[in-house]
Nanobody, 122 residues
Framework: QVQLVESGGGLVQPGGSLRLSCAAS???????????MAWYRQAPGKERELVAR???????DYADSVKGRSTLSRDDAKNTVSLQMNSLKPEDTAVYYC?????????????WGQGTQVTVSS
């Protein structure tokens, strides 16, 4: 059993910064590797969209809307991925979800976090 634990959301003023983190945690004895991790977001009335992702080789992709003001990084030792977002705009307001594709001995599966609210407002 694996779960994704998210942290770092909250209320930020326009132009501010925040850092979202997501840790993949398994129950004792669960062995897995991370094929990909990503952050998605969903604003009210809109579909869930990819914000940024990182694959096993270390390559990253960013949505055009956050490119240049966001950085996705990972800590393999801690099975953690972090998204640093700067110059935040009101349109960045959304629920942010962590995603991971994990691979075990005889399985592979998609996991989602429960979501963390990010509100950009003065």
């Amino acid at each position: 059993q694996v779960q994704l634990v998210e942290s770092g959301g909250g209320l930020v003023q326009p132009g501010g910064s925040l850092r979202l983190s997501c840790a993949a945690s398994g129950s004792p004895g669960t062995i897995f590797s991370i094929n990909a991790m990503a952050w998605y977001r969903q604003a009210p009335g809109k579909e869930r969209e990819l914000v940024a992702r990182i694959i096993s080789g270390g390559s990253t992709d960013y949505a055009d809307s956050v490119k240049g003001r966001s950085t996705l990084s990972r800590d393999d030792a801690k099975n953690t991925v972090s998204l640093q977002m700067n110059s935040l705009k009101p349109e960045d307001t959304a629920v942010y979800y962590c995603y991971a594709h994990l691979v075990g001995g005889h399985w592979n599966r998609d996991y989602w976090g429960q979501g963390t609210q990010v509100t950009v407002s003065s």
